[in-house]
């Protein structure tokens, strides 16, 4: 609630009086404010003067190449190996990721994520890009593909899949054919008795007996 | 017993019988199928594909080198006798050998029928060579002695009744 100051209560006439008194007697000459200024300015120009110096100090460190040695000496020391080992080594390590690959809230945002016309954008613009063009011509041109090819048609889990599937289309035509000529066996019998006029010995199933 | 006395054992010829029946007290038992006009037939056909196909593919390997060369006339008809000989005793050999020694031929292998002698025993070549002669000699009458297979009780025909031979279902024959 804001007071209006015609109502907000003034000090007493003798109230003020005392307070000049007191401001007069600690600082006679009124020095105060300005030195509460000065002192502001100085905080300014000295943060100022510290960040460009402190700026200037990065760049000579990044100039000399020192932060490249460092990350070479962490390398050279097996430090960064070591993490990596005991992060993967944590046997809570793969239960953490698990739990993270399988919570919902991971699902939801991968969901989302591919769901979002910005990645479908993305990825048509990549598929239109020059560089897959380029890329798959290359793979397409490349010995190594062919050679890799190669391989796998003659590997012998291939050759045996398709010899297997070859001989299972035989082995069906065989069945069909057979089934097909045993039906037509009995058929045949069955007009050459009536034509006879001798009946059949048994109603066995066709081509069935006992030696 | 040991390997070796296994071993041994199994050389035996009495020792084979041991440890599965004989053909004639297998057949006693167990039902057998005996095959029809039409499947045989067809797997007569797939077999007479194949005899040509080999034979035709042989005489134009033979035509094709002996056009280069020149030969007199006389020779010619040896040539073509021997030719005809030739395909004469593959056809015959291509029936003998497969029915004396798995009992099927590539086309009855497809079906899956075997040609048995009549208590089931395997047939022996005098006795193939005997069913192949009966075989010709049952075409002969407009195949007449074919008809036979289909008013007899165990489908034989007049090569079968000659050559005291069954054709049966071979169940997995493909590979027996």
């Given at each position: 609630m804001r007071v209006r100051p015609s109502l907000r209560p003034r000090p007493a006439a003798g109230t003020v009086g005392t307070m000049t008194?007191?401001?007069?007697?600690?600082?006679?000459?009124?020095?105060?404010?300005?030195?509460?200024?000065?002192?502001?300015?100085?905080?300014?120009?000295?943060?100022?003067?510290g960040e460009r110096l402190l700026l200037a100090v990065v760049d000579r460190a990044v100039a000399s190449g020192l932060p490249r040695q460092v990350v070479d000496r962490l390398l050279d020391d097996g430090l960064a190996e070591h993490i990596?080992?005991?992060?993967?080594?944590?046997?809570?390590?793969?239960?953490?990721?698990?739990?993270l690959l399988e919570s919902p809230q991971t699902g939801h945002l991968l969901e989302r994520v591919l769901d979002s016309e910005a990645s479908e954008r993305l990825v048509a613009q990549v598929l239109e890009s020059r560089l897959v063009d380029v890329t798959v011509a290359r793979?397409?041109?490349?010995?190594?593909?062919?050679?890799?090819?190669?391989?796998?048609?003659?590997?012998?889990?291939?050759?045996?899949?398709i010899t297997s599937q070859g001989a299972g289309f035989a082995d069906q035509v065989a069945d069909e054919v057979g089934a097909r000529s045993r039906n037509a066996d009995?058929?045949?019998?069955?007009?050459a008795h009536r034509m006879l006029g001798r009946p059949l010995a048994a109603e066995a199933p066709p081509g069935t007996g006992l030696a | 017993m040991s390997v070796a006395a296994r071993l041994r054992a199994r050389r035996v010829p009495g020792a084979a019988a041991t440890v599965a029946p004989p053909?004639?007290?297998?057949?006693?038992?167990?039902?057998?199928?005996?095959v029809g006009l039409v499947t045989r037939a067809v797997a007569f056909a797939l077999d007479a594909a194949i005899i040509n196909l080999v034979a035709l593919l042989t005489a134009a390997?033979?035509?094709?080198?002996?056009?280069?060369?020149?030969?007199s006339d006389a020779l010619r008809t040896v040539t073509i006798a021997i030719g005809g000989t030739s395909y004469v005793l593959w056809v015959v050999g291509y029936f003998v050998v497969f029915w004396s020694?798995?009992?099927?031929?590539?086309?009855?292998?497809l079906l899956r029928i075997r040609v048995t002698a009549a208590d089931g025993g395997r047939l022996r070549p005098r006795r193939s060579l005997l069913r192949f002669v009966a075989l010709t000699f049952a075409a002969i009458p407009l195949f007449a002695g074919f008809l036979l297979i289909l008013v007899d009780g165990r489908r034989r025909g007049l090569h079968d009744v000659v050559a005291r031979t069954v054709v049966v279902d071979a169940p997995g024959g493909r590979h027996g």
């Open positions: 008194d007191v401001r007069t007697l600690i600082d006679p000459l009124g020095l105060w404010p300005r030195t509460t200024r000065l002192a502001g300015r100085a905080e300014h120009a000295a943060l100022g003067t990596a080992e005991r992060v993967l080594t944590d046997p809570g390590f793969e239960q953490r990721a698990a739990a793979v397409l041109a490349s010995d190594e593909l062919w050679t890799m090819v190669d391989e796998i048609a003659r590997s012998p889990a291939v050759t045996e899949a009995a058929w045949l019998e069955r007009v | 053909a004639a007290a297998r057949t006693a038992t167990a039902p057998v199928g005996y390997v033979v035509v094709l080198a002996l056009s280069v060369i020149p030969i020694t798995t009992g099927q031929t590539p086309g009855n292998r």
